[in-house]
């Protein structure tokens, strides 16, 4: 594996690999991308087989503009007015697939709609420009396990299962797009992100929340928003108020509960976006030999809040199997 700082020939480079149907994790605004041609099944099925991902849960596809994705979705107003607020940018849009788009039916997930975004990170639009395709990519990490904001995060958690990474530093958003379904009569919230539920609203007005945490009906039509994701392998308490000498503590704001064995503190001046960039790297470094638990004190669940409450729920739940991931 390769990480590469990206310059002209890094990014020639990579774009190369993608064509020939190569995986390439790359900084986007929200969190490193593990990309694969969207339009080449074999490497869309390389990308779930590195993540480790179900294949019933479908990728997001990256493009350049609304005019690059109009060739694989069936546009509508609304995502006109959206794109043209929000591109590029982190929102994700959910549309019905365009007669004769290319886009891989397993990047679907067999699924008659397709998810689109255009990402602002100059390096992410680079690639895509040169590879001349759609690039389908989710978060660069193990299926089920805390995204990554720096390409260290990726070259731990997949290692040798990419050829090669862009290092393009930190990632400004720090949470995954919003994703926004606009294939029906109303605009359903799928999954909280980078893009507030305000700021859409202001475009479209009102719009539907889905379940936080889906079952029956909703899980089947959003299905990658599974109850455990995001998680690190320590047990996550949400809401402390105050915190016991064997748990490291994830403190928002400027009054914060002593006798953690390890803090770190998302803003202490209590500002979301920083608290939302700094998110996964703070749950990565409290994942750690000696710390019993993670403890996270209350986020507002406003802007940003949302999104960054959305995956402190996913971090703190059971998957189930009464195993951590
Ligand atoms: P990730 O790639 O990890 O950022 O996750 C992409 C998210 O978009 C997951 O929650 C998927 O379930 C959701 N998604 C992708 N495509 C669709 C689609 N066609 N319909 C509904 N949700 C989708
Ligand atoms: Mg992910």
């Excluded at 397709?114 to 990519?137: D, F, K, N, T």
């Excluded at 731990?156 to 926004?180: F, H, N």
């Excluded at 503590?249 to 009054?255: C, Q, V």
Aim: hydrophobic share 45%; charged share 20%.
């Amino acid at each position: 594996m390769t990480l590469a700082e990206p310059t002209a020939e890094t990014v020639a480079e990579a774009a190369r690999l993608l064509r020939d149907g190569r995986l390439v994790a790359f900084p986007t605004e929200t969190v490193y991308g593990l990309g694969g041609d969207a339009t080449n099944e074999r490497a869309v099925a390389a990308i779930f087989e590195a993540k480790g991902r179900p294949q019933f849960n479908p990728l997001i596809s990256h493009v350049l503009d609304a005019a690059s994705a109009k060739a694989f979705v069936k546009w509508n107003d609304n995502a006109e007015k959206l794109a043209a607020r929000f591109w590029p940018g982190p929102l994700t849009l959910v549309l019905p697939r365009a007669e004769g788009s290319t886009i891989s039916l397993l990047a679907t997930a067999g699924l008659d709609t397709v998810a689109i975004r255009a990402p602002s990170h100059p390096v992410a639009q680079a690639l895509i420009r040169a590879a001349g395709r759609p690039v389908a990519a989710p978060s660069a990490n193990r299926s089920g396990a805390v995204s990554p904001t720096r390409a260290e995060h990726v070259a731990e958690s997949l290692g040798e299962r990419v050829p090669m990474i862009l290092d393009g530093g930190p990632c400004l958003v720090g949470v995954e797009s919003t994703v926004l379904d606009l294939s029906g009569n109303r605009p359903t919230l799928l999954r909280p992100g980078g893009a507030t539920r305000e700021a859409i609203e202001a475009v479209v007005g009102p719009i539907a929340l889905s379940d936080a945490i889906p079952s029956g009906e909703s899980a089947r039509k959003s299905p990658g928003q599974l109850a455990s994701h995001y998680a690190p392998s320590r047990p996550v308490r949400l809401e402390a108020t105050s915190v016991g000498p064997d748990e490291g503590l994830l403190a928002f704001g400027p009054e914060v509960p002593q006798g953690a064995m390890l803090s770190y503190n998302l803003s202490p001046s209590g500002d979301l976006g920083e608290a939302a960039a700094n998110l996964f790297a703070m749950l990565r470094a409290l994942d750690r030999p000696g710390i019993g638990r993670i403890a996270v004190m209350p986020i507002p669940q406003a802007g940003l809040g949302l999104a960054i409450n959305d995956r402190l729920r996913r971090a703190a739940a059971d998957d189930g199997t009464g195993q951590r991931r």
